[in-house]
């Protein structure tokens, strides 16, 4: 199935195009479903030479150590490109994707994506933009890791996906409304589960928990204070 104008357009790349350019690209795209926990690609798989988008849904991106140990490299979701080496690498697929909910991802083939950007460069500004940003994040997690206590990396991770993913008001507490399990707040920060659970239990006066991953701020001010390094009372 191919995406529609209207679909195209939604994607943030692709904001710069007229109709006109859609409706030439649109041509050239393939929208792919995929249902929860099922992989979209595995780490060192060979990928066609194409953009992945995704459509609609959430994905978890993760690397597998030598020893078995996962570590989530980030959560993509509406909209988010992924898989550079198909694109502008060597078509390996550096991590494993995986839909987290039912997913669609779109697909546009690189030849006639780069036909695009050659008419309007902005196309290629606004990847570039991402993988900065990208490698902005990998920088501060890594320096994270290295120098950062984990319950300040925790505070960041809560305060990053509630400003990132949204948050709703619930009893004049922010709610945010991505939901977290445990194992995946620790793989994606290098802490354990058990060590996840027990910082839980520090924040727990300004950061309640919930099964299935509910996570309800009840003191914004406080949270902040923690993201920055700053010592619980």
Not at 201 to 215: N, T
């Amino acid at each position: 199935m191919k995406a529609t104008v209207e679909q195209l357009a939604k994607i943030g790349i692709f904001t710069s195009l007229n109709p006109t350019e859609l409706e030439r690209l649109q041509e050239h795209t393939v929208i792919c479903s995929y249902r929860q926990g099922e992989v979209v690609m595995y780490e060192g798989d060979r990928i066609p030479e194409k953009l992945y988008t995704l459509l609609s849904g959430s994905l978890r991106v993760a690397k597998t150590a030598a020893a078995g140990k996962e570590t989530i490299l980030r959560t993509l979701f509406q909209g988010d490109i992924f898989a550079a080496p198909a694109l502008l690498g060597n078509g390996i697929a550096p991590a494993t994707v995986t839909a987290e909910t039912d997913v669609e991802v779109l697909t546009t083939e690189r030849e006639f994506l780069l036909a695009a950007i050659r008419e309007n460069p902005e196309i290629a500004l606004g990847i570039l933009a991402v993988f900065n940003q990208r490698l902005q994040q990998l920088h501060e997690t890594v320096h994270g890791l290295v120098s950062e206590r984990a319950i300040v990396r925790l505070a960041r991770f809560i305060h990053y996906f509630a400003l990132d993913q949204g948050t709703k008001i619930a009893n004049n507490s922010v709610c945010l409304e991505k939901h977290f399990p445990y194992y995946q707040i620790a793989r994606s920060i290098g802490i354990t589960y058990e060590e996840c659970v027990r910082l839980f239990k520090k924040l727990k006066p300004f950061v309640s928990y919930s099964r299935g991953g509910k996570i309800i701020v009840l003191d914004w001010n406080k949270l902040e204070d923690v993201a920055s390094g700053d010592e619980i009372d």
